[in-house]
């Protein structure tokens, strides 16, 4: 008798988890004992980019003689600046290769969130589906990339990879992991030039245990809380792979940057933030400083610099428009997105900005988004096409793809993590000197890497 085998997949603090009817017997309970045992074993450790550190100005300061080695410092620094100045000039550094995606993703999983806060993280969810694309063949492989705008496979691929390095960052000035792994089932075989190309190229490590143990799913959990910093525990304690489960992809992020100006604390104070389900008493962080301040027919927004990094977008709808009716327009994404443009409803003036702090998680289920967006066979035992991963198993199919992200904002900076799992009236214009930008109801926000890249987006429903 066929048993029914499932394929999980973990896509950016995002868990995909993919089912089937595989002609292969899964073995018995004895069988399985002898075999594993419980027994998890790592068969491959990721070997992550090593990067040049940012240098501590306070290094190169002698306390005895009170003398600071300038010139130790600035060849310090110009090592650290040649590296990351390398990677930025890579193709994809400009935004435009996923900028597609990231206005169709936000558009779908961002709107209609009911009065919840909603976390997503453009950038995770690519680079899972990029993975998943991997392990599929046919039409599943060609919605997905479809859905990604890349040509083919080897496009995709080229991307992907150049998309993680150009994410990722630890170099002491901001903290930028992504991580991905592969998780497999002990009694089975997989085509091992795919697991090679999900290694090579997407930095993925590779375990191996007895699907459905409690060992096999306590290694997935940690790794998850380790990899997101422990943001997303709740989370990750929900992450389980069936007996059935044939293999699972994990692709997580995890991001730490401080402002560039950091808000005083002296100024945070209470005040009232106007939520989707009623007014609530919170802290609003204040501050006065001289910046662009950018205008549309429908919304008000500023950019936040992050230290050595990317900004943080705030994007605060004119009173009587909801954050649907920015994201199912253009200007938002012409804002936010790649490329240098000049805007032209923009001013250089004294901002004076009240901003919540806020700690918004969300847990998306992407199935049904995805299917909105063309990615349909991979969901359906009879039409998916997973043989690049499997060549010997048949009927395996997608039965899970949820999104997990979680984006902590206070006086110092930002902190956030993202797994994905595969089991009206016009703003009038600002005065001449200043502006008071208030951001006391529900507001959208973009979190932005050093090229443009989009890391994090949100809609702020309550705080």
Not at 24 to 44: H, I, K, N, S, W
Not at 61 to 72: P, V
Not at 220 to 241: F, H, V, Y
């Amino acid at each position: 008798m066929k048993k029914k085998m499932i394929l999980t997949g973990f896509l950016a603090a995002a868990v995909v988890a993919i089912a089937g009817c595989a002609s292969q017997e899964t073995p018995d309970t004895d069988e399985r004992e002898t075999q594993a045992a419980g027994e998890v074993r790592a068969l491959a450790e990721a070997s992550y980019p090593q990067m040049a550190q940012y240098p501590d100005e306070m290094s190169y300061f002698d306390e005895k003689t009170g003398e600071w080695d300038g010139d130790a410092f600035s060849e310090a620094y110009d090592t650290w600046w040649s590296e990351k100045r390398a990677v930025m000039d890579l193709p994809e550094a400009d935004g435009t290769v996923m900028a597609p995606f990231a206005e169709s993703s936000m558009r779908q999983f961002l709107t209609e969130s009911g009065g919840e806060n909603r976390i997503f993280s453009p950038v995770n969810v690519y680079i899972a589906l990029s993975m998943l694309a991997e392990t599929t063949d046919g039409s599943s492989r060609q919605q997905i990339l479809d859905l990604l705008e890349a040509e083919d496979i080897e496009a995709l691929r080229d991307h992907g990879e150049n998309i993680w390095k150009l994410c990722y960052s630890d170099d002491g000035a901001v903290t930028s992991i992504l991580a991905d792994s592969i998780w497999l089932r002990d009694d089975m075989e997989y085509d091992q030039e795919t697991l090679k190309i999900l290694a090579d190229h997407y930095f993925a490590s590779s375990y191996s245990g007895r699907m459905g143990s409690e060992e096999y799913d306590k290694k997935l959990q940690d790794w998850l809380n380790e990899q997101t910093g422990g943001l997303l525990k709740e989370q990750a304690a929900g992450i389980q792979m069936a007996p059935e489960t044939v293999m699972a992809l994990a692709s997580t992020i995890y991001y730490k940057a401080k402002w560039q100006a950091e808000f005083n604390q002296q100024d945070t104070r209470e005040e009232i933030f106007h939520g989707a389900e009623g007014d609530v008493i919170c802290d609003f962080m204040h501050s006065s400083d001289f910046s662009d301040y950018y205008w549309a027919d429908q919304f008000c927004a500023a950019a936040l610099s992050l230290n050595e990094s990317g900004r943080m977008w705030i994007i605060l709808p004119d009173e009587g428009v909801t954050v649907d009716d920015l994201l199912m327009g253009e200007d938002v994404f012409d804002l936010v997105g790649p490329g240098e443009k000049e805007w032209e409803n923009t001013k250089y003036l004294k901002v004076n900005l009240s901003l919540p702090k806020f700690d918004a998680v969300s847990d998306i289920n992407l199935i049904d988004g995805l299917k909105e967006l063309g990615v349909i066979d991979i969901f359906d035992a009879r039409t998916a096409d997973f043989t690049p991963l499997c060549p010997e198993e048949e009927g395996i199919f997608l039965s899970q793809a949820k999104h997990a992200a979680r984006v902590k904002v206070d006086e110092q900076g930002i902190e956030a993590a993202a797994y994905t799992v595969m089991m009206a009236a016009g703003s009038a214009m600002p005065p001449d000197e200043e502006v008071d930008l208030v951001v006391d109801r529900p507001f959208l926000f973009v979190i932005t890497s050093r090229t443009g890249l989009p890391l994090f987006a949100g809609v702020v429903n309550q705080v």
